[in-house]
Each structure stands twice: as C-alpha cells, then as structure tokens.
C-alpha cells in the first residue's frame, strides 16, 4: 500500500470498550463495511484505505480505527523483530517525523507488553537507519505515527492506528462538565436502547449535553468525525496531495448527506451552568436541542412516549443524596410506555426501580463499572 488510494483490500480492526462490541459491529455493517465480524475487544472488518478513512468519519462508536500492516508467527523476541523488520516502514514514516508504539502481549516468552513495544520499535527505527541513514525519534503524547503490536497465541499482528487522537475527540465539547461521558459510550447507549431516530428523546440529566448531541447528529445523519481537524492517517509519510484532494471530496459527501428534520429532542439540568455548557456543545456540534434548566424530581418529561436517555450522579465522580435513586424511580413509574435507558455506577438505580430491567449492560465508564439499565416502562 505505497499509495492511501490505492485500491488493495485490507484488514482493520475498529477498537471499542468491552460491552459495546455487538452495537459497533450492527454499526459498522449498517456504513456498508465489508466482512464485518462480531469479536471481543473490537470489531475487524475489510476495505481499501479510503474505507479505514471513511470508517473514522462516519463510525459513532469506535475509539480507534486500525489497519493491518503484517502478521506472522512469532514466538521469541527474533521473530518478532524479524517480523516487523518485514514491514516497508518507510511507506509511512520518513526519519524526520515521530513514532509511538504500543504493545498488548498474551504470550508467554514475551509476556511483557513494554519488551514487546520496545523490540517493535527498534526493529522499525533499525530499519529506517539502514535505509537512510537517520532514525525518527519517539514522542509517546503526539506521535505523527502509531503503531499497535498484539501478540497471542503464537502470532504478532501489527497494526497501524488511523485516528491519532481517539475518536471520541470529536472536536464539539468546548465545555465539558464535572463528569462528562465519552461520546462514543454515549453513541454506543443511543444504539443500546433502540432508539428509532424519531421518538422524542430527552436527557433530563444532560451535564455538558453529550447524549442529547450524540442523539441528534445521529438523527441528522451528520458524520461525527466532520469536525475533526484531523486524523492520524494524515500524517503518514504518505498521505499526498492526491490523497488530501480524495478525502476533501469525501468530506464533501458526507457533510452533504446530513438531514435537516429532527425529532424533539430535549437536553436538561438542575444545574443551569451545565445547561450553558450543553448550549455551547451544541452549537459548535450544529445541532439543534430544546434545553431548560430543570430539576428532573420537580419537572419530569412529559408526553406520551419517548425515549429517556441519560447518565445520572452515582456518588463517585458526582455526589449522589442517598434518597435520589428512589425519588427518582418514583418519577418513572409514572412515564408509563416511554423506553428508559440508565448508565449508572450505583446498584441503588436498578434496586430502587421496581419494573425488570429489558437489559443490563455492563461498561467501564471513566474507570468506574458501569451498567446501562434498559426498561420498558408499563
Ligand atoms: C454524571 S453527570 C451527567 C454527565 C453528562 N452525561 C455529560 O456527558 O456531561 C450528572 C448530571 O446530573 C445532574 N443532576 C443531578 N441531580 C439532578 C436533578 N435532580 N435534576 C436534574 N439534573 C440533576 C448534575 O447537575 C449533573 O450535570
């Protein structure tokens, strides 16, 4: 793959938080990726290049999107080097730019993750010393190149990371609040709970909005990756002015496929500062929210049926009054028909909601254990 248009097909990996594999996977065969497979810890699926970048434009839920650059037997620390060594480095990385390399190792003769990044990386930089005499240095915080090394059952496989930053950096949160959610856990929940991208939806509980905003660009069709400045793959040694021109006009189509009619979709807080934060979210993210600060115990949602989404204080990152879960539980007995989706760090939620749970999804939030309760309010 000399070129990033070129038409060869290849193997990517898009990365994902354990507990939201099977709604990336849904997402990535709904964006027409080919071989799409559902798989633990991240989802491979197949394309050119130009797939891997549309993959990191259009992909709501992925963290990262990579591309397999080699794969090979490897048992002892020379197999590894001689692997990688097997690799044309030279494609994506000049001795003037930065490397960073990371290692997951399940292994045994080589069951340290750092020895494993350590003899990647020299066996990279040996290479481009041989052939031009210089090496690129390592910058481990804004590399212009990453790699990815994972070894496991006798096998190395390496991958190169498309996204440089992650991808939940979507370039909207000007503000963020005490405990803001990932935006791409918020869009894993949207496709969790079913939302059918025209019930009315609400977080009652929006802190800097995250839900509320994944939710309409979703509704929108507005390519989450659009505000990006940009990604990782730009910055390869061979990303061309071809290259810049190709992703321009795929820029150009995917912004042109956004939608103008939305559901109703409310973002609120008790806390109006956050409700401020939210606003400006939101207007750097283009979309369109109805946002009131409210107190969810004194104002709860009304209308017949609709979706409430939200990610309400558990007492670890936020503090949560011991009585809240049930107060709360009492104002969602009374949503009779509407779909309530949860993310919560406390089991008082779920103890205190006397309807069973559709679903309990288990997700690390913000290295907390999570749950994301989903009912089906009678
Ligand atoms: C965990 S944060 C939500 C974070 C949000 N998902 C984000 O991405 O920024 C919980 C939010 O619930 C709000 N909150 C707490 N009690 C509330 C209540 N009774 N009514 C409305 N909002 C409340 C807090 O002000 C806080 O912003």
């Known amino acids: 793959m000399k070129s990033q248009l070129s038409e060869e097909m290849l193997e990517f990996h898009a990365a994902t938080i354990p507990g939201t594999e099977s709604v990336l996977c849904e997402e990535l065969r709904e964006l027409g990726f080919a071989s799409v497979r559902l798989n633990r810890g991240g989802i491979p699926f197949r394309g050119t290049m130009q797939d891997g970048w549309r993959a990191c434009l259009q992909s709501r839920i992925a ?9 090979f037997p490897c048992r002892t620390p020379d197999d590894l080097y001689h692997g990688v060594q097997g690799i044309d480095w030279g494609t994506f990385l000049s001795p003037s730019q930065t490397l960073a390399v990371s290692a997951v190792s ?6 340290h993750s750092g020895f494993v990044a350590l003899k990647v990386k020299d066996a990279i930089v040996d290479q481009l010393r041989q052939h031009v005499g210089t090496r690129p240095d390592v910058d481990r915080e804004d590399a212009d190149v990453r790699v990815f090394a994972h070894v496991a059952n006798q096998k190395a496989s390496i991958y190169l990371d498309l996204a440089g930053e992650p991808l939940n ?6 503000v963020a609040g005490e405990a803001p959610l990932r935006e791409t856990i918020a869009a894993a929940l949207l496709r969790m709970s079913g939302w059918d991208l025209e019930t009315p939806l609400i977080d009652p509980m929006c802190g800097s909005g995250t839900l509320a905003i994944e939710a309409a660009m979703w509704a929108g069709n507005k390519a989450p990756g659009l505000l990006r400045e940009r990604f990782g793959f730009e910055r390869w040694a061979n990303y061309d002015e071809e290259a810049a021109d190709a992703l321009r006009l795929l820029r150009g189509a995917l912004r042109g496929a956004a939608k103008g009619t939305m559901p109703r979709m409310i973002a609120s807080d008790r806390n109006a500062d956050m409700v401020e934060a939210a606003r400006q979210n939101a207007r750097a993210a283009g979309v369109k929210l109805a946002f009131r600060t409210h107190d969810v115990l004194v104002h709860p949602p009304t209308g ?18 011991p009585e809240f879960p049930h107060q709360l539980a009492a104002v969602l007995s009374r949503l009779h028909g509407w779909r309530i989706g949860i993310l919560t760090g406390s089991p008082v939620y779920e103890q205190a909601i006397s309807a069973k749970p559709l679903q309990a999804i288990e997700i690390p939030n913000g290295g907390l254990d999570c749950t994301f309760l989903l009912y089906d309010m009678p």
């Open 304 to 321: 017949e049926k609709g979706f409430m989404i939200t990610n309400p204080p558990y007492g670890q990152r936020l503090e949560m009054a």
């Open 106 to 111: 399940r292994e045994d003769a080589l069951s």
């Open 63 to 71: 963290a990262r999107i990579q591309v397999l650059l080699g794969r």
């Open 169 to 174: 950096k979507r370039g909207y949160r000007k």
